[in-house]
């Protein structure tokens, strides 16, 4: 695993917790090596994450002979190198969302894995939320009928305070974008998961926060990305929707959620309120149609690896575990990941189109 941040600290969990959760496990991950930028932070991930060994230098980790499986969790700008030498030497790969800072470099890594014949997944865990699964179910199932239109948000307040400062997500040379790529990702995977390919996009966008103090220092530096945009989407199967995201919503802290209208109902999620789903369908009686709260439990998506009760309550980490538990279990029965590069490529292109639409104030084809 190469990055022991936010992320890091997760995909370990995920890791040491998998068989826990799925027994007999398809896979059981050993935890090797842990790259570190420096060596001492190296070490001290390994003690702490439960990692074999620690080393700065990831170029050897990456192809040491007894690594099967590379997991990348550093900032974005770090991501492409890191897969292109995996991929080159052999290694399966899990790869932190968005797979790139740009759309034609996630295709080279897409182009990478493919040739290697590996199996290669994009870390949009969230879509692993078993109400998000099972939400796929239903509509798959016609539940609600022919999907009409997509709405999604993902608001958060961490950096709304202008003295927050600017670390790597605010500097476009190692994210990227800013809250278009950072967040704005995880609801363009779900409107991929659930809707469908996004085929065009009218967007604007912010910069509300222009000038952060550098980490550990008053020194004030320009932020050159989004806080905010707001997306106008039409998909590839004639459905329309929107996405929007902030990182400056008081209140909000993290509110990812998808609307869905069909032609014979309705489906609503609130990260915030995880383990539940929202359900209306038009066959009620008029005078009792509304939301149905419908909370997931053993009788719902991996509900008999999860918890014996609906609503215990799933978190961020049982996200990562599901995530895992996929990943493992695509390398041991040797078949494609879901999500996959594939995905991360596909929403790379929404992400490039939603950029370039902002500069120009209209609608923007999505590349293939
Ligand atoms: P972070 O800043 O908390 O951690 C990144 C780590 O990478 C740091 O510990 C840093 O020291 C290390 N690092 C930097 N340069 C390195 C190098 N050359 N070699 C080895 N390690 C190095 O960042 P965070 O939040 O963990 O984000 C990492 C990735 O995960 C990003 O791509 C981000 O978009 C993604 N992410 C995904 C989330 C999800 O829900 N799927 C949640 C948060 C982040
Ligand atoms: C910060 O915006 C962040 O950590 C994102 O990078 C993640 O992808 C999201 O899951 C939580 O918020």
Redesign the pocket.
Known sequence: M???????K?HALAYASLPMFFWPAPARPVRALV???TEP?ARE?AERLGFERGT?D?QRAVTADEIDVVDV????F??KEAVLLAAAHGKHIIC???LATNADDAKEMLAAVERAGVVHAT????RHTPAVVYAKKLISDGVIGDVLDFRGTYLQDWPADPSFPR???FDRKLAGTGAIG?IGS?VIDFARYLVGEVAQVCATANTYVRRRPLPGSNELRTVDVDDQFTSLIRFAGGQTGSIEATRNAYGRHNYLTFEIHGTAGSILFDYEKRDQLRLAVADEARDRRGFTTIYTGPDHPYGDALWPGPALGNG?AETKIIEAYEFFRSIAEQRSADPSFVDGYRAARVVEAIAASTEIGSWTQVRS
């Open positions: 190469i990055g022991a941040g936010f992320m890091g997760a790259v570190e930028a932070q991930a700065d990831w969790c550093t900032p974005n770090l991501h932190e969302k968005p870390a949009f865990n969230f670390t790597w997500r950072d995880h961020y």
